[in-house]
C-alpha cells in the first residue's frame, strides 16, 4: 500500500497513513486508535480460512449438535434445531436472533470474504466488490459465533447436575467454524482492502487539498466505510457509494434514544425469570442474577464468574458509560479526553459479549425438553435481556466520537498530540 491520507475514524485528525511492512501496525498520533495494520500473505491466509470455515459451518449443521440423557431417556439437537424449538415454544424473537447471530450473519460474512478474496488472489476487482466490501464490514459486529460457544459451554456447566451430556460432531465442527472465522477477520485490514481492490482496478483515488488538523475545519468529510477523503460538498463516496457526512447524522439523539430504550428494557430483565426449569416434576424459576447464585453455591466459581461478568457488570458498565460520554459530550467538556475516547472503544468492543445469557437460555430450551421429568422454558426476561444488548450495541454504533473533539480548540488539541506522541 502506497502513503494514504485519511481522517482518523476516532478524532477527525487527517494522518499520513505510510506504506506498512508486514507485521506493522499505524496508530493515530492524535488519539491512538488503530489505523491499519499489514500482515504477510493476508489475502492467501484469509482466504484459505474462510474456505475452511465456511465447510466447518456446514459440517456443523447436519449431525448432533449436544445430546442429554436423564433416566433412561434421551434428547439430541442439532444447530437448525434450537433455533426451530425456539419458534415452536412461541419465542419467535429469541428464535430469530438466535439464527441470525450465529448461522446466518456469520455465513454471510464468510460469503462475503470468499466473493472479495477469490477474485483478488487473481488481482482482480469487480465493480460490486466495493458494495460486497462495504456490506461486510457493516455486519461484523454482529457475527457472534465466539459468544455463542461460551454460551454452550455455560450451559453444560448448568445442567451438569441434572443429566449426562454427551457433545456432538456438530459441535467440534463450529469450534473449528469459530476459530477460522477470528482468522479470517483478524487477518484482513479493512484500509488495506480497500486500497488493494483500487490497486487491482487500476484506479487512482485523488484526495482534496488538505493539511494536517481536523478534518471538519477544512471543510472535508471523510467516509465512514471506506474511510476516503472528500470535500464537503460531495454526497456520495466515490470509492463505495455510501452516503457522506462529517458527523453521524443525529449522533447525540440517536444514542440516547437506544440507551433509553435499553433502560427501560433492563428492569423487567431483571425483575422477570429468565427461564423456568423443571426437574422431576418440581419448577423452579430463575433470574439472571438467581442462576449466578445458583452457580457459585455449586462451586462453579469461573463460569458464575463469567456470568456475572456478561450479564450484569458490562451491561451496567456499558450504560454508564454511554451516559457519561452522552452528557459530558453534550456539555461541551473539555477534560478527560483520553479516558472518554478509551471508554468508547471498551463500549463498542465488549458490547457483544453479554449476549451469553440469552445463549444459554436458547441451548438449554432446545436440549432439555423431556415432558416433566426435564424441561427448560424461556422466561420473558430473555426477550427483555436480548432487547437490552442490542440496543446498547446500536447506542454504541450510533455515538460519533469525533464529537468529543470538536469541543476543543486548536492549541488544546496540539498540546494533547505532544502527549500522545511521547
Ligand atoms: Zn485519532
Ligand atoms: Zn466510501
Redesign the pocket.
Known amino acids: 500500500m502506497s502513503t494514504e491520507h485519511i481522517a482518523?475514524h476516532?478524532?477527525?485528525?487527517i494522518?499520513e497513513v505510510p506504506t506498512l511492512n508486514p507485521g506493522h501496525k499505524a496508530h493515530?498520533p492524535?488519539?491512538?486508535?488503530l489505523l491499519s495494520s499489514q500482515t504477510f500473505n493476508s489475502i492467501n491466509k484469509a482466504g484459505a480460512f474462510s474456505f475452511s470455515a465456511l465447510i466447518f459451518l456446514l459440517l456443523s449443521l447436519p449431525f448432533p449438535f449436544l445430546a442429554f440423557h436423564s433416566q433412561g431417556r434421551e434428547q439430541q439437537v442439532s444447530l437448525i434445531e434450537s433455533g426451530y424449538n425456539l419458534l415452536l415454544l412461541d419465542f419467535p424473537i429469541l428464535s430469530a436472533l438466535l439464527s441470525l447471530f450465529i448461522l446466518i450473519i456469520p455465513a454471510l460474512l464468510l460469503c462475503a470474504y470468499l466473493l472479495l478474496l477469490i477474485p483478488l488472489r487473481k488481482r482482480k476487482a469487480y465493480p460490486w466488490s466495493y458494495k460486497i466490501a462495504q456490506i461486510l464490514f457493516s455486519l461484523h459486529p454482529w457475527g457472534m459465533a465466539e459468544v455463542f460457544l461460551i454460551g454452550v459451554l455455560v450451559s453444560l456447566v448448568k445442567i451438569a447436575g441434572m443429566a449426562e451430556i454427551v457433545i456432538g460432531m456438530s459441535f467440534w465442527a463450529y469450534v473449528l467454524f469459530a476459530l477460522c472465522l477470528i482468522a479470517t477477520i483478524t487477518s484482513v485490514d479493512k484500509l488495506q482492502l480497500w486500497h488493494m481492490l483500487d490497486q487491482v482496478s487500476g484506479i487512482q483515488r485523488k484526495v482534496p487539498p488538505h493539511s494536517l488538523g481536523s478534518a471538519k475545519q477544512q471543510q472535508l468529510q471523510s467516509c465512514h466505510s471506506c474511510e476516503l477523503l472528500h470535500t464537503q460538498a460531495e454526497e456520495n463516496c466515490t470509492r463505495c457509494g455510501s452516503v457522506l457526512h462529517q458527523r453521524i447524522p443525529f449522533s447525540i439523539q440517536k444514542t440516547w434514544a437506544y440507551l433509553l430504550t435499553s433502560i427501560v428494557l433492563y428492569i423487567p430483565a431483571n425483575l422477570y425469570p429468565i427461564m423456568h426449569t423443571t426437574f422431576l416434576g418440581s419448577e423452579e424459576p430463575s433470574t439472571i442474577l438467581g442462576g449466578v447464585v445458583v452457580l457459585w453455591q455449586h462451586g462453579s466459581y469461573p463460569i458464575a464468574l463469567i456470568v456475572f461478568i456478561a450479564s450484569i457488570v458490562i451491561p451496567i458498565a456499558k450504560m454508564l458509560a454511554l451516559l457519561w460520554l452522552l452528557i459530558s459530550t453534550q456539555m461541551g467538556q473539555q477534560h478527560r479526553i483520553e479516558e472518554r475516547i478509551w471508554m468508547y472503544r471498551m463500549t463498542e468492543l465488549i458490547g457483544r459479549w453479554s449476549m451469553i445469557d440469552v445463549f444459554v437460555v436458547a441451548v438449554l430450551v432446545a436440549l432439555v425438553q423431556l415432558g416433566g421429568l426435564a424441561n427448560i422454558q424461556p422466561g420473558l426476561a430473555a426477550t427483555a435481556f436480548a432487547g437490552v444488548v442490542i440496543m446498547t450495541m446500536l447506542s454504541a454504533l450510533s455515538f460519533d466520537p469525533r464529537l468529543i473533539w470538536d469541543s476543543l480548540n486548536k492549541n488544546e488539541r496540539e498540546s494533547l498530540k505532544k502527549s500522545v506522541l511521547e
Open positions: 482518523c476516532c478524532c477527525d485528525l494522518v493515530c492524535q488519539c491512538g486508535h
